[in-house]
C-alpha cells in the first residue's frame, strides 16, 4: 500500500513540477519577424524582425551552438536573435519549383536537415551540404 501511496506522489509531484515549468516556442511570421509563444499564457512576444533578405520563411530551428537558422524555399540563413541581422550559408538550389523547402529540424551533431520537393542536410559545423 505505502509503494503505491509513494508512486501517486511521485506522479501528483511530476505533474506539478512539469505544469510549473511552461513550454515558450519560437515562430517567424510571413513578415519575417519573429516571436515567441508561451503556451501557458497563450501570448505572443515580438522578438526581433529578420534584415537584410527580402523573402519569407518556411521554418525555423536552434542549432547546437545556440543558434536560429531559418530556411526559405531556397535558402538557409543564420539569424542573429538581437540585432536581426541574416547572414546567407548556402543556396539550396536556384529553383524555387525544384526545392520547395518547406520544413526543418538539427540534431546534436550540428547537422540541419531541410525538407520539401527534396531533402537537403548542412552542418553548421564544417559549413557543407
Given at each position: 500500500?505505502?509503494?503505491?501511496?509513494?508512486?501517486?506522489?511521485?506522479?501528483?509531484?511530476l505533474?506539478?513540477?512539469?505544469?510549473?515549468h511552461?513550454?515558450?516556442?519560437?515562430?517567424?511570421?510571413?513578415?519575417?519577424?519573429i516571436?515567441?509563444?508561451?503556451l501557458?499564457?497563450?501570448?505572443?512576444?515580438?522578438?526581433?524582425?529578420?534584415?537584410?533578405?527580402?523573402?519569407?520563411?518556411?521554418?525555423?530551428?536552434?542549432?547546437?551552438?545556440?543558434?536560429?537558422?531559418?530556411?526559405?524555399?531556397?535558402?538557409?540563413?543564420?539569424?542573429?536573435?538581437?540585432?536581426?541581422?541574416?547572414?546567407?550559408?548556402?543556396?539550396?538550389?536556384?529553383?524555387?519549383?525544384?526545392?520547395?523547402?518547406?520544413?526543418?529540424t538539427?540534431?546534436?551533431?550540428g547537422?540541419?536537415?531541410?525538407?520539401?520537393?527534396?531533402?537537403?542536410?548542412?552542418?553548421?559545423?564544417?559549413?557543407?551540404?
Amino acid at each position: 500500500m505505502n509503494f503505491l501511496k509513494s508512486i501517486s506522489l511521485s506522479c501528483l509531484f511530476l505533474f506539478v513540477n512539469l505544469s510549473a515549468h511552461a513550454q515558450v516556442f519560437y515562430y517567424v511570421d510571413d513578415m519575417a519577424d519573429i516571436y515567441t509563444y508561451d503556451l501557458s499564457t497563450c501570448e505572443s512576444t515580438f522578438v526581433v524582425h529578420i534584415q537584410g533578405t527580402p523573402t519569407s520563411y518556411r521554418d525555423i530551428t536552434f542549432a547546437p551552438d545556440g543558434n536560429l537558422y531559418v530556411v526559405s524555399l531556397t535558402k538557409l540563413y543564420k539569424i542573429d536573435l538581437v540585432t536581426g541581422a541574416s547572414t546567407l550559408l548556402t543556396t539550396l538550389c536556384a529553383n524555387t519549383n525544384l526545392c520547395g523547402t518547406n520544413a526543418m529540424t538539427s540534431d546534436t551533431e550540428g547537422n540541419i536537415y531541410m525538407a520539401g520537393k527534396r531533402l537537403y542536410s548542412y552542418n553548421i559545423y564544417t559549413q557543407t551540404t
